[in-house]
T-cell receptor, first 113, second 117 residues
Framework: KNQVEQSPQSLIILEGKNCTLQ??????????LRWYKQDTGRGPVSLTI???SENTKSNGRYTATLDADTKQSSLHITASQLSDSASYIC????????????WGAGTKLIIKP | DAGVIQSPRHEVTEMGQEVTLRCKPI?????LFWYRQTMMRGLELLIY????????DSGMPEDRFSAKMPNASFSTLKIQPSEPRDSAVYFC???????????????FGQGTRLTVV
Protein backbone atom coordinates (compact mmCIF):
# COMPACT_ATOMS: atom_id res chain seq x y z
CA LYS A 1 0.00 0.00 0.00
CA ASN A 2 1.31 3.46 -0.89
CA GLN A 3 2.12 5.37 2.25
CA VAL A 4 3.95 8.51 3.32
CA GLU A 5 5.03 8.80 6.92
CA GLN A 6 6.50 11.92 8.50
CA SER A 7 8.43 12.53 11.65
CA PRO A 8 8.35 14.05 14.09
CA GLN A 9 4.64 14.78 14.46
CA SER A 10 5.50 18.09 16.05
CA LEU A 11 8.61 20.07 16.80
CA ILE A 12 9.38 23.17 18.82
CA ILE A 13 12.61 25.08 18.26
CA LEU A 14 13.98 28.50 19.08
CA GLU A 15 14.10 31.24 16.49
CA GLY A 16 17.37 31.21 14.57
CA LYS A 17 17.99 27.49 15.01
CA ASN A 18 18.07 24.94 12.21
CA CYS A 19 15.85 21.89 11.98
CA THR A 20 15.28 18.85 9.79
CA LEU A 21 11.98 17.16 9.08
CA GLN A 22 11.80 13.59 7.85
CA UNK A 23 9.64 11.79 5.31
CA UNK A 24 9.64 8.05 4.60
CA UNK A 25 7.55 6.67 1.80
CA UNK A 26 6.64 3.31 0.31
CA UNK A 27 5.34 4.70 -2.99
CA UNK A 28 7.17 2.94 -5.80
CA UNK A 29 7.69 3.78 -8.51
CA UNK A 30 7.08 7.46 -8.09
CA UNK A 31 7.46 10.43 -10.37
CA UNK A 32 8.03 13.28 -7.93
CA LEU A 33 8.12 14.21 -4.28
CA ARG A 34 6.94 17.54 -2.96
CA TRP A 35 7.11 19.47 0.25
CA TYR A 36 4.26 21.83 1.11
CA LYS A 37 3.99 24.44 3.84
CA GLN A 38 0.58 25.01 5.37
CA ASP A 39 0.02 27.99 7.63
CA THR A 40 -2.83 27.76 10.10
CA GLY A 41 -6.10 28.58 8.40
CA ARG A 42 -4.63 28.56 4.91
CA GLY A 43 -4.17 26.18 2.03
CA PRO A 44 -0.89 24.34 1.40
CA VAL A 45 1.79 26.17 -0.57
CA SER A 46 4.42 24.31 -2.54
CA LEU A 47 8.02 24.68 -1.32
CA THR A 48 9.92 22.20 -3.49
CA ILE A 49 9.23 19.56 -6.12
CA UNK A 50 11.84 16.91 -6.93
CA UNK A 51 11.72 14.22 -9.56
CA UNK A 52 12.91 10.71 -8.70
CA SER A 53 16.28 11.50 -10.34
CA GLU A 54 17.02 14.59 -8.25
CA ASN A 55 18.53 14.42 -4.80
CA THR A 56 18.39 18.00 -3.61
CA LYS A 57 16.36 21.14 -4.22
CA SER A 58 16.54 24.48 -2.45
CA ASN A 59 14.09 27.30 -2.00
CA GLY A 60 15.67 30.05 0.05
CA ARG A 61 16.23 28.76 3.58
CA TYR A 62 14.46 25.51 2.72
CA THR A 63 16.47 22.60 1.34
CA ALA A 64 14.88 19.28 0.46
CA THR A 65 16.88 16.10 -0.07
CA LEU A 66 15.80 12.84 -1.59
CA ASP A 67 17.29 9.36 -1.36
CA ALA A 68 15.32 7.17 -3.75
CA ASP A 69 17.23 4.06 -2.69
CA THR A 70 16.18 4.29 0.95
CA LYS A 71 12.88 6.00 0.08
CA GLN A 72 13.58 8.90 2.39
CA SER A 73 13.35 12.64 2.05
CA SER A 74 14.16 15.43 4.43
CA LEU A 75 13.39 19.12 4.61
CA HIS A 76 16.05 21.25 6.26
CA ILE A 77 15.19 24.73 7.47
CA THR A 78 18.10 27.06 8.12
CA ALA A 79 18.06 30.00 10.52
CA SER A 80 14.42 29.56 11.42
CA GLN A 81 12.09 32.53 11.65
CA LEU A 82 8.82 32.98 13.49
CA SER A 83 7.03 32.88 10.13
CA ASP A 84 8.25 29.32 9.63
CA SER A 85 5.72 28.16 12.21
CA ALA A 86 3.41 25.96 10.15
CA SER A 87 2.70 22.38 9.16
CA TYR A 88 5.04 20.86 6.61
CA ILE A 89 3.61 18.13 4.45
CA CYS A 90 5.47 15.60 2.32
CA UNK A 91 3.59 14.48 -0.80
CA UNK A 92 4.51 11.74 -3.27
CA UNK A 93 3.11 11.32 -6.77
CA UNK A 94 2.96 7.68 -7.91
CA UNK A 95 4.30 6.99 -11.37
CA UNK A 96 1.17 5.13 -12.45
CA UNK A 97 -1.34 7.68 -11.22
CA UNK A 98 -0.76 11.20 -12.37
CA UNK A 99 -3.41 12.86 -10.25
CA UNK A 100 -3.47 10.79 -7.09
CA UNK A 101 -1.01 12.46 -4.73
CA UNK A 102 -0.17 10.53 -1.55
CA TRP A 103 -0.12 13.01 1.32
CA GLY A 104 1.73 12.62 4.59
CA ALA A 105 0.11 13.69 7.85
CA GLY A 106 2.55 16.58 8.22
CA THR A 107 4.93 17.85 10.88
CA LYS A 108 3.71 20.76 12.97
CA LEU A 109 6.63 23.13 13.52
CA ILE A 110 6.54 25.85 16.16
CA ILE A 111 9.23 28.51 16.29
CA LYS A 112 9.59 30.23 19.64
CA PRO A 113 11.23 33.64 20.07
CA ASP B 1 -4.06 36.90 -10.49
CA ALA B 2 -5.74 36.68 -7.09
CA GLY B 3 -5.16 32.97 -6.83
CA VAL B 4 -7.79 30.34 -6.18
CA ILE B 5 -10.79 31.94 -4.51
CA GLN B 6 -13.14 29.97 -2.30
CA SER B 7 -16.34 31.02 -0.61
CA PRO B 8 -17.52 31.10 2.02
CA ARG B 9 -14.49 30.97 4.32
CA HIS B 10 -16.61 29.60 7.15
CA GLU B 11 -19.94 27.82 7.11
CA VAL B 12 -21.96 26.62 10.07
CA THR B 13 -25.08 24.68 9.27
CA GLU B 14 -27.51 22.34 10.91
CA MET B 15 -27.56 18.66 10.18
CA GLY B 16 -29.80 17.85 7.25
CA GLN B 17 -29.31 21.18 5.50
CA GLU B 18 -27.83 21.58 2.05
CA VAL B 19 -24.39 23.13 1.85
CA THR B 20 -22.79 24.59 -1.27
CA LEU B 21 -19.11 25.46 -1.43
CA ARG B 22 -17.78 27.58 -4.26
CA CYS B 23 -14.47 27.86 -6.05
CA LYS B 24 -12.96 30.12 -8.69
CA PRO B 25 -9.76 28.61 -10.08
CA ILE B 26 -6.80 30.52 -11.43
CA UNK B 27 -7.51 31.70 -14.96
CA UNK B 28 -6.00 29.42 -17.57
CA UNK B 29 -5.65 26.39 -15.33
CA UNK B 30 -7.03 23.24 -16.90
CA UNK B 31 -7.39 21.18 -13.76
CA LEU B 32 -9.46 21.71 -10.66
CA PHE B 33 -9.36 19.60 -7.51
CA TRP B 34 -11.56 19.40 -4.45
CA TYR B 35 -9.91 18.19 -1.25
CA ARG B 36 -11.13 17.62 2.28
CA GLN B 37 -8.85 17.99 5.30
CA THR B 38 -9.48 16.63 8.77
CA MET B 39 -7.21 16.03 11.73
CA MET B 40 -7.81 12.31 11.55
CA ARG B 41 -7.37 11.71 7.82
CA GLY B 42 -5.29 14.64 6.61
CA LEU B 43 -5.85 15.80 3.03
CA GLU B 44 -8.08 13.62 0.85
CA LEU B 45 -8.78 14.12 -2.83
CA LEU B 46 -12.54 14.09 -3.43
CA ILE B 47 -12.81 14.77 -7.15
CA TYR B 48 -10.95 16.45 -9.95
CA UNK B 49 -11.93 18.04 -13.24
CA UNK B 50 -10.05 18.49 -16.50
CA UNK B 51 -11.39 21.20 -18.80
CA UNK B 52 -14.65 21.29 -16.81
CA UNK B 53 -15.19 17.53 -17.12
CA UNK B 54 -15.16 15.35 -13.98
CA UNK B 55 -12.39 12.78 -14.43
CA UNK B 56 -12.38 10.87 -11.18
CA ASP B 57 -14.87 11.15 -8.34
CA SER B 58 -13.83 7.98 -6.55
CA GLY B 59 -12.85 10.02 -3.52
CA MET B 60 -16.33 11.40 -3.00
CA PRO B 61 -17.47 9.81 0.26
CA GLU B 62 -21.05 9.05 -0.71
CA ASP B 63 -24.00 10.10 -2.80
CA ARG B 64 -24.69 13.04 -0.55
CA PHE B 65 -21.70 14.75 -2.16
CA SER B 66 -21.79 16.18 -5.67
CA ALA B 67 -19.56 18.53 -7.62
CA LYS B 68 -20.07 20.52 -10.78
CA MET B 69 -17.99 22.73 -13.00
CA PRO B 70 -20.32 24.56 -15.38
CA ASN B 71 -17.51 26.63 -16.86
CA ALA B 72 -13.76 27.15 -16.65
CA SER B 73 -14.02 29.78 -13.94
CA PHE B 74 -16.42 28.24 -11.45
CA SER B 75 -16.99 25.03 -9.54
CA THR B 76 -19.27 23.97 -6.71
CA LEU B 77 -19.19 21.19 -4.15
CA LYS B 78 -22.59 20.38 -2.70
CA ILE B 79 -23.48 18.28 0.32
CA GLN B 80 -27.12 17.30 0.69
CA PRO B 81 -28.11 16.44 3.34
CA SER B 82 -25.17 17.47 5.53
CA GLU B 83 -24.11 15.44 8.57
CA PRO B 84 -21.86 16.29 11.54
CA ARG B 85 -19.15 13.94 10.21
CA ASP B 86 -18.86 16.18 7.15
CA SER B 87 -17.30 18.85 9.34
CA ALA B 88 -13.87 19.58 7.87
CA VAL B 89 -11.92 22.13 5.86
CA TYR B 90 -12.63 21.82 2.16
CA PHE B 91 -9.97 23.03 -0.24
CA CYS B 92 -10.16 23.77 -3.90
CA UNK B 93 -6.96 23.71 -5.93
CA UNK B 94 -6.14 24.34 -9.57
CA UNK B 95 -3.25 23.33 -11.76
CA UNK B 96 -2.06 24.46 -15.18
CA UNK B 97 -0.85 21.02 -16.17
CA UNK B 98 -1.49 17.49 -15.01
CA UNK B 99 1.09 14.82 -15.37
CA UNK B 100 4.07 13.25 -13.75
CA UNK B 101 6.47 16.09 -14.42
CA UNK B 102 7.68 18.85 -12.15
CA UNK B 103 5.27 21.39 -13.61
CA UNK B 104 2.28 19.84 -11.90
CA UNK B 105 2.14 22.26 -9.03
CA UNK B 106 -1.31 22.68 -7.54
CA UNK B 107 -2.32 26.06 -6.17
CA PHE B 108 -4.69 25.91 -3.24
CA GLY B 109 -7.39 28.27 -2.10
CA GLN B 110 -7.72 29.30 1.52
CA GLY B 111 -10.36 26.69 2.18
CA THR B 112 -13.88 26.63 3.58
CA ARG B 113 -14.22 25.53 7.18
CA LEU B 114 -17.50 23.64 7.41
CA THR B 115 -19.13 22.89 10.74
CA VAL B 116 -22.28 20.80 10.77
CA VAL B 117 -24.09 20.85 14.11
Amino acid sequence: KNQVEQSPQSLIILEGKNCTLQCNYTVSPFSNLRWYKQDTGRGPVSLTIMTFSENTKSNGRYTATLDADTKQSSLHITASQLSDSASYICVVSPMDSNYQLIWGAGTKLIIKP
Amino acid sequence: DAGVIQSPRHEVTEMGQEVTLRCKPISGHDYLFWYRQTMMRGLELLIYFNNNVPIDDSGMPEDRFSAKMPNASFSTLKIQPSEPRDSAVYFCASSPFQGAGVNTEAFFGQGTRLTVV
